[in-house]
């Protein structure tokens, strides 16, 4: 996605050769026109496949989601990293954390999620894929099957990408760095 790859040159900045940081426009400040483009992208990347829920972990992933299921026209949960007081019934899952160096459970409350929804995954980025592999655990125990994961922002050379794809899930990612130079301010993307 032109705007998206726009975004990430002028406004990302980069930690070091493996964090791309982008608070300015996607998961601190947001950029509500360009998240407003990237619902549409995934619901035109999504639209045939019978979605009854787009689900996210909190809370980078919830702007995207949110305009992915709007236009979908179906319900939006989203992953909580802690299990409030006022959930009865939860499903847990454990993920570990790129950004945070730290594993943590992650929760959702069983009645949101039953046996026939076709869940939307939707989120900011993948890197490693643990926190969707946490999420496939809590779906797949819930019944629901996952038809697809739209992410903004893939690291390609990292290998949640591969990870997730080799498990016959359709991963649809609007941006693929395959490398940064923090050095100099260079990202390469992959040609999609």
């Given at each position: ?86 959930m009865i019934d939860p499903a847990f899952a454990e993920v570990f954390s790129f950004t945070k160096?730290?594993?943590?459970p992650i929760c959702i409350e069983k009645e949101y999620l039953k046996k026939g929804d076709k ?5 900011d980025f993948l890197a490693n894929g643990c926190a969707l592999e946490g999420l496939i655990d ?55």
């Amino acid at each position: 996605m032109k705007a998206l790859k726009n975004a990430i040159e002028t406004r990302g900045h980069f930690i070091n050769d493996e964090v791309l940081k982008v608070d300015a426009f996607l998961n601190h400040q947001i950029d509500c026109s360009l998240v407003d483009e990237m619902g549409n992208e995934f619901y035109e990347h999504f639209k045939n496949k019978g979605i009854t829920k787009v689900v996210t972990i909190e809370s980078s992933g919830i702007a995207p989601a949110y305009a992915t299921a709007i236009r979908l026209n179906v319900p939006l949960i989203f992953i909580k990293k802690t299990q409030p007081s006022t959930m009865i019934d939860p499903a847990f899952a454990e993920v570990f954390s790129f950004t945070k160096n730290k594993t943590y459970p992650i929760c959702i409350e069983k009645e949101y999620l039953k046996k026939g929804d076709k869940v939307l995954f939707i989120d900011d980025f993948l890197a490693n894929g643990c926190a969707l592999e946490g999420l496939i655990d809590i779906v797949k125990s819930s019944g629901a099957t996952i038809e697809g994961v739209g992410i903004a922002i893939e690291k390609g050379f990292q290998k949640g990408g591969d990870l997730i794809r080799g498990k016959g899930i359709r991963v649809e990612s609007l941006a693929i760095v395959d490398g940064m130079n923090a050095e100099t301010g260079e990202v390469f993307f992959r040609e999609q």
